[in-house]
Nanobody
């Protein structure tokens, strides 16, 4: 079994900051790319940011310069530092990871259950 558990969401005022964390646990041989996606009410899920196992990052245009993704490979954890938050950043944020469970396996996409971020005064 593999689990991704997000934490760090909550209510924040416009202009504030939050740091999301997502820890992978269970039967894991290795983890490839990890990332964050979000889904706002009434909208489709969209990419926020991804990071490879070697640290290469990719961001949605809407969050470049505002959000920073990072990871701790020793802890199987990915982070999303969100600064200067705006009401339009309100969404459920989901963690994603490509996980290889054994040395004989291919990578499989896993998702967390999501953490709600609400930006409101």
């Amino acid at each position: 079994q593999v689990q991704l558990v997000e934490s760090g969401g909550g209510l924040v005022q416009p202009g504030g900051s939050l740091r999301l964390s997502c820890a992978a646990s269970g039967s894991i041989f290795s983890i490839g790319a990890m990332g964050w996606y979000r889904q706002a009410p009434g909208k489709q899920r969209e990419l926020v940011a991804t990071i490879t196992s070697s640290g290469s990052t990719n961001y949605a245009d809407s969050v470049k310069g505002q959000f920073t993704i990072s990871r701790d490979n020793a802890k199987n954890t990915v982070y999303l530092q969100m600064n200067s938050l705006k009401p339009e950043d309100t969404a459920v944020y989901y963690c994603n990871a490509q996980i290889v469970r054994t040395k004989w396996s291919y990578g499989t996409d896993y998702w967390g259950k999501g953490t709600l971020v609400t930006v409101s005064s």
